[in-house]
C-alpha cells in the first residue's frame, strides 16, 4: 500500500514537472521562431527574389541601394553620375517598355524570343537600367548584374516611409509604426492615470463597504469585456464625437485610439493602484491621523506616497496592456503609417499593422518578414517594460 | 478641574458591550497608567481621549469624554485641533517612511506651519525632549528605518510633542521593546511629567508602578479600582486588583 502511494506520488510529481517543462519550451520555442523569422529580413533585398536589375556591361555601377532604385524610378535620378557612374541618362527597360521597342515578331507569339531581345538591347544600350522578371533573363547574359544592398537595421529602425509591397523596391521603415504605437500608448497613459488614480483612492479610502462592493465588481467587468467590444464601441461612440468636438475632417485618429486604450487600461490601473493603497499599514494611518492631520492630508501625505511603487506597477502594466492592444486600436486609429505630429491626426500602431497585414503577406516574403520583425520589436518593447515592472515591484521601500 | 475626565462612558462594539459606566478624572501634569488584562478595555478607553475610536466602523459611545472641560464628542470640536492638543504613542514604533527630520515635522506641515526656522527649531527641541537628538543630530536626512527599535519608538513620541500637544497618551509604549529601551523611555516618561499630562496604557505592572502616580485597574470593560499608585500595589481594596498584581490571572 506505502509503495504504491509512494509510486503514484513519483508519477504526480513527474508529471508536474513536465508541464512546467512544456510551459518552458514552448515560451523558448515561440521567442525563438519569432526571431529567426524577424531577424532574417536583415539578409533579404527590398526587391522581389525573381527580379534582375541589370546594366551594361560597360557602366562601372555595380551596386544600388533601394532607396536609389526607388528614386530611378521616381526620375528624381535620371544620370548615372549622380550614383557614381558616367554623364549618361539613365535609360530604364522594364516589361512595359519592351512591349513598346520590340515589334511582336522580334519577340515571337509566346515571347519565347523576349530573353534573346532583352539581352542585345542592354547590349547595345550603354545607359540601360533593366529591371526585369529572371524568367526573361538568358542563361548566357551579356549584361551585368546590379547588387542590391541587403535591408539594414537602421534603415529599417530609422526608415519612414512603410510600404511593404510598393514596387520596385519595398519600402521598410518601421519608424512611423514605432512612434505610432508609443505615441498612442502615451496618449492612453495621461488619459487613464488621473482618472484610475482617483478611482483607486476613492475605493480604497473614501467609499464605504457598499459602495465599495458595487464598485470593485464593475471595474472588473471592465477588464472582461473583449477588445473588439471596446473597438466597436470606439468607432461607433468616440471616433463620431472626436470628430464633432474638434472639428476633424476625420475622427480616427490618435486621440481616439488613446481614449479607447485608456478605458482598456483603466481596471489593470485602478485594481492594482487600489491593493497598494490598502496594503498601508493602519498604524501609519492612524499616526497620522493622530498628529491632527485630516483623511486628505494623510492620503496625499502617507497612504500614496506609501503605494507610490504599487501605484507605478500599475501604470507600467497599464502601459503594458495598451502597448499590445490590436483590435481596438485597428479600429479606431485610422491607420495611416505616418510619423504622428499630433493626436488629432491617424496613426498606426506595431500590432494593428501585423494583425492588417500579415493575411496578405506572402509566406516566407519580405512582406512576412517585415512583420515577423515588427512583431519582435514589440517583443522587447513589451519585455522591457516587464522588466522595469519588476525592478520597481521589488525595490525596497524607503 | 481635572484636566481629563470621563464620566459614566459606555461603549459598543456592535453587540459588543466593551466600556461599562466608566467615570474617571485626571489631573494635570501627572502620569496615570492603565492596567489590566488583555481585552479589559483599557486600550480603548485611552483611544477615547483623542477620538481614535471614530475611526472603527459600528462604534457607539455614550456618557461625556471632557479635555480642559470641554466635551471632546460635542458637534462644535473639530477632531483634528484635538488630536493636535492630544498627542499619541502607539504599541509599536510606527514612524513614516520619511527620514528622521520630516517624521518629526509631519505634524507641523500638516497643521499648516511653513516657516522653516520654527520647524527647524522644533524638531530640534522635540528629538532633545525624547532624549534622542544626540543619537540622530548628523542624521536628521537619513530614514527612520534605519533607527532600532528603541530609537524609533523615542522619535514617535518627539513627533508626538513637536505640535506641542498638553495630553499625551501612550498605548503601551515599551510592549516591543528590549529592557534597555523600556527603561529608556520610562526616564523619558518622568521627566515628560513636569510639562505634559501623560496617560500610559501597560501590561508590566512593574512599569506602571515605577512611572506613574495614579493607576487604574480596568477588569472586563468596567474600572475597577483607581487610586494612588502606592495604594494599588500595597494595599489595593478589590480582591480582583489584589488578584491581578500578585499575578493570580492575567
Given at each position: 500500500m506505502r509503495r504504491l502511494r509512494k509510486i503514484i506520488e513519483k508519477i504526480v510529481e513527474g508529471v508536474l514537472a513536465m508541464s512546467a517543462a512544456i510551459t518552458s519550451i514552448t515560451v523558448l520555442l515561440i521567442i525563438i521562431f519569432l526571431f529567426d523569422e524577424g531577424l532574417s529580413i536583415f539578409s533579404k533585398k527590398p526587391v522581389d527574389d525573381d527580379t534582375v536589375i541589370a546594366v551594361n556591361s560597360s557602366n562601372p555601377v555595380s551596386k544600388l541601394t533601394g532607396l536609389q532604385i526607388k528614386d530611378i524610378f521616381d526620375q528624381k535620378i535620371t544620370n548615372w553620375k549622380q550614383i557614381g557612374g558616367k554623364n549618361d541618362s539613365i535609360k530604364l527597360f522594364r516589361l512595359d517598355e519592351a512591349g513598346t521597342t520590340f515589334t511582336e515578331q522580334q519577340m515571337g507569339s509566346n515571347f519565347e524570343r523576349l530573353a534573346i531581345c532583352v539581352d542585345s538591347y542592354v547590349v547595345r544600350t550603354p545607359g540601360v537600367l533593366l529591371y526585369f522578371s529572371s524568367k526573361y533573363i538568358p542563361k548566357d547574359f551579356h549584361g551585368k548584374r546590379i547588387e542590391i544592398a541587403n535591408i539594414t537595421p537602421y534603415s529599417f529602425l530609422m526608415g519612414k516611409q512603410w510600404f511593404p509591397t510598393a514596387q520596385p523596391v519595398a519600402q521598410l521603415g518601421v519608424l512611423p509604426l514605432i512612434l505610432g504605437t508609443l505615441w498612442v500608448t502615451l496618449g492612453a497613459i495621461l488619459f487613464a492615470l488621473p482618472f484610475g488614480l482617483a478611482t483607486a483612492?476613492?475605493?480604497?479610502?473614501?467609499?464605504?463597504?457598499?459602495?465599495?462592493n458595487y464598485l470593485k465588481p464593475v471595474v472588473e467587468l471592465l477588464a472582461g469585456i473583449p477588445s473588439v467590444v471596446y473597438g466597436?464601441?470606439?468607432?461607433?461612440v468616440i471616433v463620431p464625437a472626436v470628430q464633432k468636438i474638434?472639428?476633424?475632417?476625420?475622427?480616427?485618429?490618435?486621440?481616439?485610439g488613446s481614449i479607447v486604450l485608456g478605458i482598456m487600461a483603466l481596471p489593470t490601473?485602478?485594481?492594482?493602484?487600489?491593493?497598494?493603497?490598502?496594503?498601508?499599514?493602519?498604524?501609519?494611518k492612524e499616526a497620522s491621523l493622530a498628529l491632527g492631520a485630516s483623511h486628505w492630508q494623510t492620503i496625499r501625505r502617507v497612504i500614496v506616497p506609501y503605494a507610490s511603487s504599487g501605484i507605478t506597477a500599475a501604470i507600467i502594466l497599464g502601459i503594458g496592456r495598451a502597448i499590445g492592444e490590436t483590435m481596438a486600436v485597428l479600429m479606431v486609429t485610422g491607420n495611416a503609417a505616418v510619423i504622428p505630429h499630433s493626436y488629432f491626426e491617424p496613426l498606426r500602431t506595431i500590432p494593428a499593422t501585423i494583425a492588417a497585414e500579415l493575411g496578405e503577406a506572402a509566406y516566407g516574403g519580405l512582406h512576412f518578414k517585415a512583420l515577423f520583425a515588427l512583431g519582435c520589436i514589440l517583443f522587447i518593447m513589451t519585455f522591457i517594460i516587464n522588466l522595469i515592472f519588476e525592478f520597481i515591484a521589488k525595490k525596497k521601500k524607503y | 478641574m481635572a484636566k481629563l475626565s470621563a464620566n459614566k462612558v459606555n461603549l459598543f462594539y456592535g453587540d459588543n458591550?466593551?466600556?461599562?459606566?466608566?467615570?474617571?478624572?485626571?489631573?494635570?501634569?501627572?502620569?496615570?497608567?492603565?492596567?489590566?488584562?488583555?481585552?479589559?478595555?483599557?486600550?480603548t478607553f485611552?483611544?477615547?481621549?483623542?477620538r481614535m475610536n471614530d475611526l472603527i466602523p459600528h462604534v457607539r459611545i455614550e456618557g461625556d469624554i471632557v479635555v480642559d472641560g470641554e466635551d471632546i464628542y460635542s458637534k462644535e470640536v473639530s477632531v483634528d485641533l484635538l488630536r493636535k492638543n492630544i498627542g499619541m504613542v502607539f504599541q509599536k514604533p510606527n514612524p513614516f517612511p520619511k527620514s528622521i527630520f520630516e517624521n518629526v515635522a509631519y505634524g507641523m506641515r500638516v497643521n499648516g506651519i511653513r516657516d522653516?526656522?520654527?520647524?527647524?527649531?522644533?524638531?530640534?527641541?522635540?528629538?532633545?525632549?525624547?532624549?534622542?537628538?544626540?543619537?540622530?543630530?548628523?542624521?536628521l536626512k537619513k530614514s527612520a528605518f534605519e533607527l532600532s527599535g528603541g530609537q524609533q519608538q523615542r522619535l514617535c513620541i518627539a513627533r508626538a510633542l513637536a505640535i506641542e500637544p498638553s495630553v499625551v497618551l501612550m498605548d503601551e509604549p515599551t510592549s516591543a521593546l528590549d529592557p534597555l529601551a523600556t527603561h529608556k523611555i520610562e526616564e523619558l516618561v518622568f521627566n515628560l511629567k513636569a510639562d505634559y499630562?501623560?496617560?500610559i496604557v501597560t501590561h508590566n505592572m512593574q512599569q506602571a508602578a515605577r512611572v506613574s502616580d495614579k493607576t487604574a485597574f480596568f477588569y472586563l470593560g468596567e474600572l475597577i479600582e483607581y487610586d494612588d499608585t502606592n495604594n494599588i500595589f500595597t494595599k489595593p481594596r478589590e480582591i480582583t486588583t489584589q488578584n491581578y498584581i500578585t499575578g493570580r490571572f492575567g
Open positions: 483612492i476613492f475605493m480604497a479610502e473614501i467609499a464605504n463597504h457598499k459602495v465599495r466597436f464601441f470606439g468607432l461607433i474638434f472639428n476633424l475632417p476625420v475622427g480616427e485618429s490618435g486621440l481616439a490601473i485602478i485594481t492594482i493602484s487600489e491593493d497598494a493603497l490598502r496594503t498601508t499599514p493602519r498604524a501609519l | 458591550h466593551a466600556l461599562k459606566d466608566v467615570t474617571l478624572k485626571m489631573d494635570a501634569n501627572t502620569v496615570t497608567a492603565f492596567i489590566g488584562p488583555s481585552g479589559c478595555g483599557k486600550s485611552l483611544r477615547l481621549f483623542n522653516k526656522h520654527y520647524i527647524n527649531e522644533r524638531v530640534e527641541t522635540s528629538l532633545k525632549q525624547a532624549s534622542l537628538w544626540t543619537e540622530v543630530k548628523d542624521k499630562t501623560i496617560v
